[in-house]
Protein backbone atom coordinates (compact mmCIF):
# COMPACT_ATOMS: atom_id res chain seq x y z
CA UNK A 1 0.00 0.00 0.00
CA UNK A 2 0.92 3.64 0.05
CA UNK A 3 3.57 4.94 2.29
CA UNK A 4 4.08 9.02 2.49
CA UNK A 5 6.85 10.37 4.08
CA UNK A 6 7.13 13.70 5.18
CA UNK A 7 10.33 16.21 6.35
CA UNK A 8 10.63 17.96 8.54
CA UNK A 9 9.39 17.21 11.64
CA UNK A 10 9.29 20.38 13.08
CA UNK A 11 10.31 23.91 11.21
CA UNK A 12 11.12 27.38 12.87
CA UNK A 13 11.36 30.18 10.49
CA UNK A 14 11.50 33.64 10.82
CA UNK A 15 8.57 36.05 9.85
CA UNK A 16 8.76 36.85 6.26
CA UNK A 17 10.87 33.64 5.43
CA UNK A 18 10.08 30.95 3.29
CA UNK A 19 9.16 27.68 4.30
CA UNK A 20 9.70 24.16 2.91
CA UNK A 21 7.91 21.26 3.74
CA UNK A 22 8.71 17.71 1.41
CA UNK A 23 7.09 14.65 1.07
CA UNK A 24 7.83 11.35 -0.77
CA UNK A 25 5.20 8.66 -1.77
CA UNK A 26 5.61 4.92 -2.80
CA UNK A 27 3.01 4.00 -4.90
CA UNK A 28 3.38 4.96 -8.57
CA UNK A 29 -1.04 4.92 -9.07
CA UNK A 30 -0.68 7.83 -6.83
CA UNK A 31 -2.21 10.98 -8.89
CA UNK A 32 -3.78 13.21 -6.01
CA UNK A 33 -1.74 15.49 -3.61
CA UNK A 34 -3.08 17.67 -0.96
CA UNK A 35 -1.95 19.49 1.96
CA UNK A 36 -3.74 20.56 4.58
CA UNK A 37 -3.37 23.08 7.54
CA UNK A 38 -4.75 22.15 11.19
CA UNK A 39 -4.06 24.68 13.64
CA UNK A 40 -4.44 23.43 17.63
CA UNK A 41 -7.75 21.66 18.63
CA UNK A 42 -9.16 22.69 14.86
CA UNK A 43 -10.11 20.35 11.68
CA UNK A 44 -7.41 19.86 9.21
CA UNK A 45 -8.02 22.49 6.10
CA UNK A 46 -7.58 21.96 2.47
CA UNK A 47 -5.22 24.47 1.42
CA UNK A 48 -4.18 23.84 -2.06
CA UNK A 49 -3.72 20.44 -3.90
CA UNK A 50 -2.25 19.35 -6.87
CA UNK A 51 -3.11 16.47 -9.74
CA UNK A 52 -0.23 14.40 -11.07
CA UNK A 53 -1.05 16.52 -14.74
CA UNK A 54 0.32 19.14 -13.50
CA UNK A 55 3.65 20.14 -12.17
CA UNK A 56 3.61 23.18 -9.86
CA UNK A 57 0.58 25.23 -8.56
CA UNK A 58 0.34 28.17 -7.23
CA UNK A 59 -2.15 30.15 -4.78
CA UNK A 60 -0.71 33.12 -3.29
CA UNK A 61 2.02 32.86 -0.52
CA UNK A 62 1.65 29.40 -1.06
CA UNK A 63 2.63 26.85 -4.25
CA UNK A 64 2.94 23.01 -4.11
CA UNK A 65 5.32 21.38 -6.91
CA UNK A 66 5.42 17.69 -8.14
CA UNK A 67 7.70 15.06 -9.04
CA UNK A 68 6.00 12.07 -10.10
CA UNK A 69 9.28 10.78 -11.39
CA UNK A 70 11.00 11.20 -8.53
CA UNK A 71 7.30 9.98 -6.22
CA UNK A 72 7.89 13.73 -4.30
CA UNK A 73 5.58 16.96 -3.78
CA UNK A 74 6.47 19.92 -2.05
CA UNK A 75 4.81 22.95 -0.25
CA UNK A 76 6.52 25.99 -0.40
CA UNK A 77 5.00 29.21 1.60
CA UNK A 78 6.51 32.24 1.42
CA UNK A 79 6.71 35.49 3.24
CA UNK A 80 5.58 33.48 6.23
CA UNK A 81 3.40 34.93 8.70
CA UNK A 82 2.67 34.33 12.70
CA UNK A 83 -0.84 32.76 11.35
CA UNK A 84 0.91 30.11 9.28
CA UNK A 85 2.17 28.49 12.33
CA UNK A 86 0.10 24.76 12.33
CA UNK A 87 0.81 21.34 11.61
CA UNK A 88 0.47 20.68 7.57
CA UNK A 89 0.43 17.55 7.02
CA UNK A 90 0.26 16.51 3.25
CA UNK A 91 -1.35 13.20 1.62
CA UNK A 92 -1.48 11.14 -1.49
CA UNK A 93 -4.27 9.03 -2.91
CA UNK A 94 -4.84 7.09 -5.94
CA UNK A 95 -7.92 9.00 -7.24
CA UNK A 96 -9.47 12.35 -7.32
CA UNK A 97 -12.08 11.40 -4.65
CA UNK A 98 -9.57 9.77 -1.66
CA UNK A 99 -10.24 6.47 -1.92
CA UNK A 100 -7.26 5.10 0.06
CA UNK A 101 -6.05 8.81 1.74
CA UNK A 102 -2.71 8.47 3.23
CA UNK A 103 -1.86 11.45 5.10
CA UNK A 104 2.63 12.20 6.11
CA UNK A 105 3.06 12.58 9.84
CA UNK A 106 2.93 16.05 9.87
CA UNK A 107 5.31 19.26 10.31
CA UNK A 108 5.20 21.26 12.80
CA UNK A 109 5.37 24.69 11.37
CA UNK A 110 6.20 28.07 14.06
CA UNK A 111 6.73 31.39 12.80
CA UNK A 112 8.53 33.60 15.25
CA UNK A 113 7.77 37.05 14.99
CA UNK B 1 -17.80 23.81 0.12
CA UNK B 2 -19.40 21.55 2.20
CA UNK B 3 -19.94 22.06 5.86
CA UNK B 4 -19.51 19.05 8.26
CA UNK B 5 -20.70 19.11 11.89
CA UNK B 6 -20.58 16.04 14.65
CA UNK B 7 -21.61 15.56 17.34
CA UNK B 8 -20.98 14.92 20.26
CA UNK B 9 -17.92 17.09 20.43
CA UNK B 10 -15.92 15.28 23.14
CA UNK B 11 -17.23 12.61 25.76
CA UNK B 12 -15.64 10.63 28.64
CA UNK B 13 -16.60 7.31 28.85
CA UNK B 14 -16.59 4.16 30.98
CA UNK B 15 -14.14 0.89 29.62
CA UNK B 16 -16.51 -2.04 27.99
CA UNK B 17 -19.30 0.95 26.85
CA UNK B 18 -19.89 1.91 23.67
CA UNK B 19 -20.50 5.15 21.94
CA UNK B 20 -21.68 6.64 18.67
CA UNK B 21 -20.86 9.64 16.95
CA UNK B 22 -22.87 11.14 14.47
CA UNK B 23 -21.75 13.07 11.20
CA UNK B 24 -24.19 15.53 9.27
CA UNK B 25 -23.20 17.03 6.00
CA UNK B 26 -25.11 20.26 4.76
CA UNK B 27 -24.81 18.86 1.19
CA UNK B 28 -25.06 15.67 -0.71
CA UNK B 29 -21.52 14.18 -1.02
CA UNK B 30 -20.36 11.00 -2.48
CA UNK B 31 -17.97 9.85 -0.17
CA UNK B 32 -17.62 10.24 3.24
CA UNK B 33 -15.03 8.51 5.31
CA UNK B 34 -14.47 8.40 9.04
CA UNK B 35 -10.67 8.79 10.68
CA UNK B 36 -8.41 8.44 13.80
CA UNK B 37 -6.11 10.79 15.13
CA UNK B 38 -4.49 10.36 18.42
CA UNK B 39 -3.35 13.40 19.86
CA UNK B 40 -0.03 14.61 18.23
CA UNK B 41 -0.13 12.41 15.57
CA UNK B 42 -1.21 12.03 12.01
CA UNK B 43 -4.47 10.90 10.72
CA UNK B 44 -5.21 7.27 9.99
CA UNK B 45 -8.31 6.37 7.88
CA UNK B 46 -10.51 4.13 9.54
CA UNK B 47 -13.23 3.38 6.83
CA UNK B 48 -15.10 4.57 3.67
CA UNK B 49 -18.71 4.72 4.41
CA UNK B 50 -20.79 3.61 1.57
CA UNK B 51 -24.48 4.84 1.30
CA UNK B 52 -26.62 1.29 1.17
CA UNK B 53 -23.50 -0.84 1.66
CA UNK B 54 -21.47 -1.80 3.97
CA UNK B 55 -18.69 0.25 4.65
CA UNK B 56 -14.97 -0.30 3.73
CA UNK B 57 -12.34 -0.93 6.46
CA UNK B 58 -8.87 -0.23 6.66
CA UNK B 59 -6.44 -2.66 7.14
CA UNK B 60 -6.23 -2.91 11.24
CA UNK B 61 -10.24 -1.96 11.39
CA UNK B 62 -13.05 -4.21 12.20
CA UNK B 63 -16.85 -4.12 11.40
CA UNK B 64 -16.93 -5.39 15.08
CA UNK B 65 -15.44 -2.60 16.95
CA UNK B 66 -16.14 0.28 14.53
CA UNK B 67 -19.62 -0.42 12.87
CA UNK B 68 -20.20 2.43 10.68
CA UNK B 69 -24.08 3.32 9.21
CA UNK B 70 -24.73 5.86 5.88
CA UNK B 71 -28.57 6.09 5.55
CA UNK B 72 -27.97 8.68 2.92
CA UNK B 73 -25.78 10.77 0.83
CA UNK B 74 -25.60 13.30 3.97
CA UNK B 75 -25.36 11.44 7.16
CA UNK B 76 -23.42 8.88 8.83
CA UNK B 77 -22.14 7.23 12.49
CA UNK B 78 -19.33 5.38 13.95
CA UNK B 79 -19.90 3.37 16.62
CA UNK B 80 -16.92 2.90 18.72
CA UNK B 81 -17.92 -0.60 20.68
CA UNK B 82 -16.20 -2.44 23.53
CA UNK B 83 -14.02 0.51 24.76
CA UNK B 84 -11.31 0.33 26.26
CA UNK B 85 -8.61 3.12 26.53
CA UNK B 86 -6.62 2.52 23.98
CA UNK B 87 -9.71 3.79 21.96
CA UNK B 88 -9.23 6.99 23.21
CA UNK B 89 -8.60 9.73 20.42
CA UNK B 90 -9.95 12.03 18.03
CA UNK B 91 -12.38 10.51 16.02
CA UNK B 92 -13.21 12.86 12.69
CA UNK B 93 -15.79 12.44 9.60
CA UNK B 94 -14.90 13.87 6.13
CA UNK B 95 -16.96 14.56 2.90
CA UNK B 96 -15.84 15.10 -0.59
CA UNK B 97 -17.35 18.27 -2.64
CA UNK B 98 -16.20 19.55 -5.78
CA UNK B 99 -13.28 16.77 -5.69
CA UNK B 100 -12.38 18.36 -2.37
CA UNK B 101 -12.36 16.58 0.75
CA UNK B 102 -13.40 18.47 3.96
CA UNK B 103 -13.60 17.46 7.69
CA UNK B 104 -15.62 17.67 10.27
CA UNK B 105 -14.47 19.12 13.75
CA UNK B 106 -13.54 15.93 15.49
CA UNK B 107 -14.37 14.05 18.55
CA UNK B 108 -12.52 13.96 21.56
CA UNK B 109 -13.37 10.42 23.41
CA UNK B 110 -11.79 9.78 26.69
CA UNK B 111 -11.94 6.02 28.02
CA UNK B 112 -11.49 5.46 31.23
Known amino acids: GENVEQHPSTLSVQEGDSAVIKCTYS??????FPWYKQELGKRPQLIID?????GEKKDQRIAVTLNKTAKHFSLHITETQPEDSAVYFC????????????FGPGTRLSVLP | SAVISQKPSRDICQRGTSLTIQCQVD?????MFWYRQQPGQSLTLIATANQGSEATYESGFVIDKFPISRPNLTFSTLTVSNMSPEDSSIYLC?????????FGPGTRLTVL
Open chain 2, 27 to 31: SQVTM
Open chain 1, 27 to 32: DSASNY
Open chain 1, 91 to 102: AASPDNYGQNFV
Open chain 2, 94 to 102: SGDSYNEQF
Open chain 1, 50 to 54: IRSNV
